[in-house]
């Protein structure tokens, strides 16, 4: 159950890390370049959505493995 606990946790610090970039300012330079000051925000978000589901499903396994153990006794 931690481990499930902790990837709802990731995952939701994922999704804050994209609603931040989402929000953040972002301008068109003189030269026309791109000029996004968050934009690693992106890439960490994505990283901790997967992160997460990686342990929803590994922690979904675990449950699953102990519940069926204790029904075999």
Not at 22 to 46: K, N, R, T
């Amino acid at each position: 159950m931690k481990v499930i606990k902790m990837a709802l946790i990731i995952i939701c610090l994922g999704i804050f890390s994209l609603i931040g970039a989402s929000f953040a300012p972002s301008e068109v330079l003189a030269s026309g370049i791109l000029y996004e000051p968050y934009f690693f925000l992106i890439p960490v978000g994505m990283l901790f959505i997967f992160v997460g589901i990686l342990g929803l499903v590994f922690g979904f396994i675990v449950y699953k493995m102990k519940q069926k153990k204790s029904y075999s006794r």
